[in-house]
């Protein structure tokens, strides 16, 4: 069983930035892809960003620039770093990571972007 524990959100003014940290806990080896998602008030839960193990990533279009994804295999941790915060950012940051074809989820992190 792999338990994620999230840490980093917060409130930040408009061009701030947050670091995000995701921890995945008696996982062991095997973690394939490493992803953070996000929902905001009302609406659908969307992929932010997503990692391999071999590092190779992909983002999505609103945040693709501003956003840098990163993994310490050693750790079993994912990052992600926001720069250029802006309101349409608010939202509940969720890690995900697959290991043996079977997703899991962590409990969520609060970013509020606000001046």
């Known amino acids: 069983q792999v338990q994620l524990v999230e840490s980093g959100g917060g409130f930040v003014q408009p061009g701030g930035f947050l670091r995000l940290s995701c921890a995945a806990a008696?996982?062991?080896?095997?973690?394939?892809?490493m992803c953070w998602y996000r929902q905001a008030p009302g609406k659908q839960r969307e992929l932010v960003a997503i990692?391999?193990?071999?590092?190779?990533?992909h983002y999505g279009d609103s945040v693709n620039g501003r956003f840098t994804i990163s993994r310490d295999n050693a750790k079993n941790t994912v990052y992600l770093q926001m720069n250029n915060l802006k309101p349409e950012d608010t939202a509940v940051y969720y890690c995900?990571?697959?290991?043996?074809?079977?997703?899991?989820w962590g409990q969520g992190t609060q970013v509020t972007v606000s001046s």
């Open positions: 008696g996982s062991g080896s095997g973690i394939s892809f």
């Open positions: 990692i391999s193990r071999g590092e190779t990533t």
């Open positions: 995900n990571v697959e290991k043996s074809f079977t997703n899991y």
